[in-house]
């Protein structure tokens, strides 16, 4: 079978103009799209803060002045390395607009990539542990921990580092991106049942319009069943608003689709601790309580807003959750 070869229009924008000292053939710029995460070598999920770091670290090893004992010929190879290479990596991720622009374009890599899976080729024997690994965060993160503090010790090497950290990024991409197809148990078609997304009628706080964006586009991708991606939005609006009651509740869902219980449960708790009207969160609790059989009320606030929900549903199911289980027989 032929190689993958195709272009996303969306790319283009962010890799116009920008000049390659060292020439790419693997992972992700094998797409013809320049991976500014293994060019800085983070997760593609890493936050501004930790991007930050690794930028200063690496632009102080790259500085001209850094190693006097270097010559002429190394001091100009990492002097392009930064200007060329690290820096304007660093100015897509660090700015907000950019940044979001170019998760929405990895978002689309890795569902294309999933449906292009069977040409896609992964030559690094950590790549195809990553590709058929359970613990994918896991052997990811270490993976890039592990690889990333000598990226750019040694110059010649600089150009297959990159690349081995783009394989695992595009791995990752295809890995979250990817769907489950397999026959579900009667556990967990009922985890899979519909849970009302819609915004709750609420005064939305001046933290609200902060992860409002990305709230937006996880809804979106939830409503496809997009889980993976879903989560990364929600985990990013997480980063910027810990407190948002909506992206605690909404994750909730996320996890519970994905039967983790366990984990969807400490964050319904968390929301309804942050707005004990939070009826997303109320409604993924009661259906935790159902799959699990575990008392579903902790504290008298929460047995009461239990008791609504099923007051609201012996009600005839009108409202926000009418018809979420069918209506009653006639």
């Given at each position: 079978?032929?190689?993958?070869?195709?272009?996303?229009?969306?790319?283009?924008?962010?890799?116009?103009?920008?000049?390659?000292?060292?020439?790419?053939?693997?992972?992700?710029?094998?797409?013809?799209?320049?991976?500014?995460?293994?060019?800085?070598?983070?997760?593609?999920?890493?936050?501004?803060?930790?991007?930050?770091?690794?930028?200063?670290?690496?632009?102080?090893?790259?500085?001209?002045?850094?190693?006097?004992?270097?010559s002429a010929t190394e001091k100009q190879q990492k002097s392009e390395?930064?200007?060329?290479?690290?820096?304007?990596?660093?100015?897509?991720?660090?700015?907000?607009?950019?940044?979001?622009?170019?998760?929405?374009?990895?978002?689309?890599?890795?569902?294309?990539?999933?449906?292009?899976?069977?040409?896609?080729?992964?030559?690094?024997?950590?790549?195809?542990?990553?590709?058929?690994?359970?613990?994918?965060?896991?052997?990811?993160?270490?993976?890039?921990?592990?690889?990333?503090?000598?990226?750019?010790?040694?110059?010649?090497?600089?150009?297959?580092?990159?690349?081995?950290?783009?394989?695992?990024?595009?791995?990752?991409?295809?890995?979250?991106?990817?769907?489950?197809?397999?026959?579900?148990?009667?556990?967990?078609?009922?985890?899979?049942?519909?849970?009302?997304?819609?915004?709750?009628t609420q005064t939305p706080s001046k933290e609200d319009s902060v992860?409002?964006?990305?709230?937006?586009?996880?809804?979106?991708?939830?409503?496809?069943?997009?889980?993976?991606?879903?989560?990364?939005?929600?985990?990013?609006?997480?980063?910027?608003?810990?407190?948002?009651?909506?992206?605690?509740?909404?994750?909730?869902?996320?996890?519970?689709?994905?039967?983790?219980?366990?984990?969807?449960?400490?964050?319904?708790?968390?929301?309804?601790?942050?707005?004990?009207?939070?009826?997303?969160?109320?409604?993924?609790?009661?259906?935790?309580?159902?799959?699990?059989?575990?008392?579903?009320?902790?504290?008298?606030?929460?047995?009461?807003?239990?008791?609504?929900?099923?007051?609201?549903?012996?009600?005839?199911?009108?409202?926000?959750?009418?018809?979420?289980?069918?209506?009653?027989?006639?």
């Amino acid at each position: 079978m032929s190689k993958v070869h195709w272009r996303l229009n969306l790319t283009a924008p962010l890799v116009q103009n920008c000049f390659m000292p060292v020439k790419i053939d693997r992972g992700l710029f094998k797409y013809d799209f320049v991976d500014h995460h293994a060019i800085l070598g983070v997760p593609v999920d890493a936050d501004v803060k930790d991007i930050r770091k690794r930028y200063l670290k690496i632009a102080r090893f790259l500085h001209p002045d850094s190693s006097v004992a270097a010559s002429a010929t190394e001091k100009q190879q990492k002097s392009e390395l930064l200007s060329k290479l690290v820096n304007p990596a660093y100015e897509t991720l660090s700015q907000e607009k950019k940044r979001a622009e170019y998760i929405i374009v990895l978002s689309q890599m890795g569902k294309r990539l999933v449906q292009e899976s069977a040409s896609v080729e992964i030559s690094s024997d950590l790549g195809k542990q990553l590709a058929g690994a359970s613990n994918i965060e896991q052997i990811y993160k270490t993976g890039i921990a592990k690889i990333a503090p000598t990226q750019y010790d040694s110059l010649p090497q600089v150009r297959e580092v990159i690349a081995l950290l783009s394989e695992l990024n595009l791995v990752y991409l295809m890995r979250t991106a990817s769907k489950s197809f397999a026959p579900q148990s009667p556990l967990a078609q009922l985890k899979n049942q519909s849970i009302p997304t819609k915004p709750d009628t609420q005064t939305p706080s001046k933290e609200d319009s902060v992860a409002a964006p990305y709230i937006s586009r996880a809804q979106e991708l939830m409503a496809k069943n997009e889980l993976g991606q879903a989560k990364v939005e929600l985990q990013y609006a997480l980063k910027l608003e810990p407190n948002n009651s909506r992206c605690h509740s909404l994750i909730g869902i996320v996890y519970l689709k994905q039967n983790l219980t366990t984990t969807a449960k400490v964050h319904f708790d968390r929301a309804l601790q942050l707005d004990p009207t939070d009826q997303t969160a109320l409604e993924g609790k009661r259906r935790i309580t159902k799959i699990t059989g575990e008392n579903p009320g902790t504290t008298n606030q929460t047995a009461k807003s239990n008791t609504n929900v099923k007051q609201s549903d012996k009600s005839g199911g009108s409202g926000l959750f009418g018809g979420l289980f069918g209506g009653r027989k006639k």
